[in-house]
Structures are given as C-alpha cells and as structure tokens.
C-alpha cells in the first residue's frame, strides 16, 4: 500500500533552454506574468505543483546574458568569464501546442530594482531573452491526502495556484496568504469554492495573524500543510508544525522562497539553522 503522504518523483533530462519574451501582463499589484516562447522550450515538461526551474538573466552592468550547460552553474567559473546571475522561479503554466510554438508563464514579484531579477521583469519587453534551466524532477500530490492547507506570500502564489489546481476538486483546502497589497487577492479570483477557502492577511502584522489563524485550524493525520514565502516568516510557523504537532517533512512541507536582505537566497540551506531538518 502506498505510504500517506507519498509523492510519485519523475526525473527529466536536465536541460538549459533559450527563450524570449512573446508578452507581459499585470495580474497583481507587484506582479507581472511573463509568457516565454522559443523553439528550446519544445519538450519542457513541469508536471509538479511545486516544480522550479532556474532562470538565468542578462548581466545588469554589460546586458550579456550567460546560459551555462545544463548543471553547468554549479561548476567554478574561471577567471575573468562572465557571471552566471540566476534566480528560482515556479513554472506556472506551459501550453505545449499552442498555434505559434510552445509558450511557459512565469509570474514575477515586482519588489523594487534591487534585484536583478525583480528589475528585468519591471523592464522586460517583447524579444528580451532570458535562458532557463531544469527542472530537474518533477514531484507529485502526496498520497492519502483528505485535506491541505497552503502558505504562501506573494511570491509562492503561482506554486500555491498550481496547488489549488493539482488537488481533486473534494479535497477541502485553506489558504493563507500573508501579501503587502490587499489587491493582491485577485491573483486567485475565480479559485473561491465550497471545497476552497481562502485567506488573506495584509498589513504589518500579518505574520502574527496568520500563525494565530494557522494554530486555530484542524490538522488531521492526512492534512497535507505546504508553505513557502520569506523564509524568517516561515520559521515560527514550521516549528509549530514539526516540533510542537510533530508532523513529518513529508506531511509539512517548507520552502524559504527568499529572505530578507539577501540575495538569491540557496533554498536548499536549512530554513531555521537553528533547527536544520532531520
Ligand atoms: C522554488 C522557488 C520558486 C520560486 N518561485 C517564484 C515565483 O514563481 N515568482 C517569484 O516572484 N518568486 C519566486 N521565487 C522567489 C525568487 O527566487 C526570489 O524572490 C529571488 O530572490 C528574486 O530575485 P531578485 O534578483 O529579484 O532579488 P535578489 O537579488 O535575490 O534579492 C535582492 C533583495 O530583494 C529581496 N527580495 C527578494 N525577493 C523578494 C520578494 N519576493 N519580495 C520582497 N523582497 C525580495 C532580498 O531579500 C534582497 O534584499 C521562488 C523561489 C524558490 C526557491
């Protein structure tokens, strides 16, 4: 019998692909959705909710854009050679057979031009080119799950969707959004349903109502509880989860998305290094 919480992992060819920009449009406040097209994106294949491919950025000072070989980023660059600048984003949808070439939606937060890639959204404009790599493995909806509730800020909204989408529609689920601008909720307008509640929380002290909100809700041993966002948001958050309810990694999964103050965060470094993962 498959374990609750299970998740079918599919493995793709790694590869990097050129693209470029075939539109933008605003969907939130801060954020702008862009539709990617390339002739490289044939075969892309992103089938898991929380899926995450690795977009790499023309250089800010020289505009030159460096896309390494597949896994190539992880290697020592050798003096002098021009940087790879990459930052994780969710592949939110991908539309194979469209009429004119296969097309990928990524959605950006717009937070201010003190990222490189916050900034080249901003700006971004039909023809700009970008490359993106991965992903590298696709991971499934967990088994047995009779009930989830989903985390998310602003920039784990279109994991969050892809969420919503993954779930058979009977699965009750609760969403908790803690985001800057109230508008912001009209990223998910049309996902309300019976079997769907969602939440918004806004202003200074939204992380304190959401974990009062997050503390007050059934957790049942098949509830399955996604979180992503800010990762010093997160913290109080997963403690309460694994350590005071003593839910599984596989029953509470968190991902620091970005932290405060810090670029390009490596969400693969433990959340809370004060309590790394066991
Ligand atoms: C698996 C995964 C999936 C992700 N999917 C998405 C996605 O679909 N859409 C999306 O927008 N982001 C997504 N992110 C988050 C994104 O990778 C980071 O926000 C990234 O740091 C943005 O790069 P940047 O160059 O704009 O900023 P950086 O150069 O990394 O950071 C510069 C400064 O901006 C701050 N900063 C970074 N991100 C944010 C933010 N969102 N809000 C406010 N301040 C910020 C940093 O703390 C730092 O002080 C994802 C991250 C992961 C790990």
Do not use: C
Request: aromatic share 8%; hydrophobic share 40%; charged share 25%.
């Amino acid at each position: 019998m498959t374990e609750v919480f299970a998740r079918e992992r599919t493995m793709h060819d790694l590869q990097t692909r050129r693209v470029q920009v075939l539109r933008t449009a605003a969907i939130a406040p801060k954020m702008v959705r862009i539709t990617l097209g390339g002739e490289d994106l044939t075969g892309f294949s992103a089938v898991g909710p929380a899926d995450h491919v690795k977009v790499f950025f023309p250089d800010p000072e020289t505009g030159v854009l460096t896309i390494p070989e597949p896994g190539g980023f992880r290697k020592p660059r050798a003096e002098g050679a021009p940087a790879i600048i990459l930052r994780d984003y969710t592949p939110f949808a991908f539309r194979g057979d469209a009429e004119s070439g296969p097309e990928l939606d990524i959605d950006f937060v717009l937070h201010g031009d003190h990222g490189v890639a916050a900034a080249w959204a901003a700006q971004a404009k039909v023809g700009d080119k970008l490359g993106i790599g991965g992903p590298r493995a696709s991971l499934g909806v967990p088994a047995g799950v009779d009930s989830a509730i989903l985390v998310a800020d602003e920039s784990a909204l279109p994991a969050a969707t892809r969420w919503l989408q993954a779930f058979d529609a009977s699965v009750p689920v609760t969403g908790l959004f803690f985001v800057k601008d109230a508008d912001t909720s009209a990223y998910l307008d049309g996902h309300n349903s019976e079997t769907r509640e969602l939440r918004w929380f806004t202003g200074v002290d939204r992380a304190s109502k959401l974990e009062a909100t997050l503390r007050a809700l059934p957790i049942g041993e098949r509830t399955f509880v996604f979180l992503a966002g800010e990762a010093n948001t997160l913290i109080p958050l997963r403690r309460y989860l694994r350590r005071e309810l003593g839910l599984s990694k596989a029953q509470a999964d968190v991902h620091g998305y970005w932290k405060q103050g810090e670029v390009a965060l490596d969400h693969h470094a433990p959340l809370d290094p004060t309590d790394p993962e066991d």
